[in-house]
């Protein structure tokens, strides 16, 4: 048996609290918004929001129930439902994905670093647009500074690892998720009060159908599962610690909704802050680190104090917004690590930490010094995140779904989701029927649509 010392969530507020705290992260605040705006706006964000719904929501399910059922790392899991089949790959696939994904995921997480030592240092007051545009470009380009940023997110997350889940996130994310959700709540309104700001609006309600092509739904697709934490077992091992009396089709929408709210408000703090200070919406994984100190700038451009405790407040609680997706991502891997190769978790964690430092500064460096090293017309960076987000996730997602709707025994099924005939699920039914048609269906379309195969 797998040695579970690893953390219990004790209260139902845990559970949907370290399940949203993995959800929501840079995915939502940083990744959303550039997606969107490279996307054409609000087209996308009709796909984006089917593909949560249609995709995202049961497969969510279909990783909570693999998890709880098995009561093991992601791997194990596939071993303990379906012994002695290559089901195993689908977990050891997602372990790679994990790891590729925090790699280059940390990299963004050091640059919130500097940006909050930017904010305490009041670094921000008094630049203009092009300014920010300037000293990001430096910044991210440098050879040195982002990768001391990177390499301390990643001991953050690997002291959190080694001492233990529960005690501290837990306890803080209680006090800081609202927090942040209040501070979004005020940027939305300050943003979209700038002048010229109903650009950016209409940018984000009214679809433009014309653009939208093959590669406009793989994005879409992949950005709902990289902001759902899903297709590579990260909700599948949190689940694992689940109690026996959590509600798992209610605790997905709780989820899902927390993380689609938080993305969508993400879009009404940035784009019309863009439109309105000029900046282009597909100015790509920069876009909200020049946008956004021209919000605190010119929002408060009365009250330099309140441009002040905002911005230092923002960037923190980003950072932790990161921390909690960067934990749940480094739990995965070293889970996997310690329960099947059985290093103690300090040695499994210094490995995952350290092979992702390693990766980590190979993606960094892309940004600027290596800019010209490419592959498939890629650097590091973004072709870690084209196969991560745009090809494993959705592969992943794929056979779970497969998993889930024609493999797995239907009486695990539904002990799982009624928690053993106690709940009523109403839609039971219908989630059942996503996983074994319409998921596989719409995946696959979407995969060789986008090969050109139905041009
Ligand atoms: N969902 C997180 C975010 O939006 C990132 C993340 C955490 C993730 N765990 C994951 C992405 C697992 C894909 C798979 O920032």
């Not at 021209?294 to 923190?316: H, K």
């Not at 490419?374 to 995140?385: E, I, Y």
Request: a positive charge; one cysteine or more.
């Amino acid at each position: 048996m797998a040695k579970n010392d690893r953390a219990n969530f004790g209260s139902k507020i845990g559970v949907i609290l370290a399940s949203a705290g993995s959800a929501v992260g840079l995915g939502n605040i940083w990744r959303f918004p550039y997606e969107t705006g490279n996307n054409g706006g609000a087209a996308f964000i009709l796909i984006y929001l089917g593909c949560i719904l249609l995709l995202g929501l049961p497969i969510m399910i279909s990783e909570f129930l693999i998890g709880r059922h098995s009561r093991a790392n992601t791997a194990r899991a596939y071993q303990v439902l379906a012994p002695g089949t290559p089901w195993r790959w689908v977990g050891r696939m997602g372990v790679l994905a994990g790891f590729l994904i925090l790699s280059y995921y940390s990299v963004v997480a050091g640059w919130t670093l500097e940006y909050v030592v930017e904010a305490v240092t009041n670094k921000f007051s008094g630049k203009s647009a092009p300014e920010f545009i300037e000293s990001f470009q430096k910044f991210s380009g440098n050879p040195f500074r982002p990768i001391f940023w990177l390499i301390l997110f990643l001991l953050g997350t690997h002291y959190i690892i080694v001492k233990g889940v529960e005690k501290g996130i837990e306890k803080y994310s209680k006090i800081m998720m609202p927090t942040l959700f209040v501070i979004i709540i005020i940027l939305v309104a300050c943003s979209v009060s700038l002048p010229g700001s109903e650009k950016g609006i209409e940018f984000l309600l009214k679809p433009d159908f014309s653009k939208v092509d093959s590669q406009v739904f793989l994005s879409a697709m992949g950005q709902a599962f990289f902001s759902l934490s899903l297709g590579m077992g990260c909700l599948c091992t949190y689940a694992s610690y689940f109690g026996k009396d959590t509600n798992l089709t209610k605790t997905a929408f709780s989820v899902g909704l927390i993380d689609t709210f938080i993305a969508i408000l993400a879009g009404f703090i940035i784009f019309p802050a863009a439109f309105s200070v000029g900046i282009q919406p597909d100015a790509g994984p920069s876009l909200i680190f020049i946008t956004l100190p021209n919000v605190f700038q010119q929002a408060f451009s009365g009250a330099p104090i309140l441009a002040y405790v905002f911005s230092v407040m923002f960037y923190v609680l980003l950072a932790v917004a990161a921390l909690t997706s960067t934990i749940s991502m480094h739990e995965v891997a070293t889970a996997y690590l310690h329960e099947e190769f059985g290093f103690t978790r300090g040695k499994a964690a210094r490995i995952v930490t350290g092979g992702c430092m390693f990766l980590g500064i190979f993606c960094s460096l892309s940004m600027g010094p290596t800019k010209d090293i490419t592959l498939f017309g890629m650097g590091a960076f973004d072709l870690f995140d084209f196969v991560t987000a745009k090809i494993m996730l959705p592969l992943g997602g794929l056979l779970i779904s497969v998993f889930t709707g024609w493999y797995l025994d239907k009486k695990i099924i539904w002990s799982e989701i009624t928690n053993n005939g106690t709940l009523r699920v109403p839609i039971y039914k219908l989630i059942i029927f996503i996983l074994k048609y319409i998921a596989p269906v719409a995946i696959s379309v979407i995969f060789i649509n986008e090969l050109g195969f139905l041009k």
